[in-house]
């Protein structure tokens, strides 16, 4: 069952039905094994594949809700969330910053900055090699904001 459910979600997003993949994720029940799976991919769902243009504030906070409400000792969450946080980052580009948070930091471009790094250096702290590690930190320097002193 839970697998036809993923299976469904594939076909839907392939066939251009992005909506009805994420509703099909959303019928895993809490109660399977699958449920938090099923959650991160629906995240991913909402996000992937997609230009910073077609992507809409509320698609990113709606994907933003779904990481919350997993527990934080998921270790897929610290990727989803620097996923939406770096995507909501490439949104500001073209659109305007709102005044609510996501994730706990600033919808702001150096808010976000701040929540990308950290969402970065987090994972370098659970990398499997030494390269990752530093390769995670050198993105984190990278998109950290610019401070004066």
């Known amino acids: 069952m839970i697998s036809a459910a993923f299976g469904l979600a594939r076909a839907l997003l392939a066939a251009g039905d992005r909506a009805g993949a ?4 959303d019928e895993v029940p809490a109660t399977s094994r699958h449920f938090t799976t099923a959650r991160l ?3 991913v769902t909402l996000l992937s594949a997609r230009s910073r243009k077609e992507i ?3 698609e990113i906070r709606d994907a933003a809700r779904r990481v919350e409400a997993l527990p934080p000792t998921e270790p897929r969450v610290l990727q989803i969330r620097a996923l939406v946080l770096g995507t909501a980052m490439d949104w500001l580009e073209n659109h305007e910053a709102s005044t609510n948070h996501i ?3 600033p919808f702001t471009r150096h808010g976000l900055r701040l929540g990308v790094e950290a969402s970065l250096r987090s994972l370098a702290r659970v990398a499997p090699t030494q390269a990752h590690r530093y390769t995670l930190v050198d993105m984190a320097n990278r998109v950290r904001p610019t401070s004066t002193f």
Do not use: I
Not at 22 to 25: A, G
């Open 22 to 25: 994420v509703r099909t994720l």
């Open 41 to 43: 991919t629906s995240a």
């Open 56 to 58: 809409t504030e509320e």
């Open 103 to 105: 994730l706990g930091y």
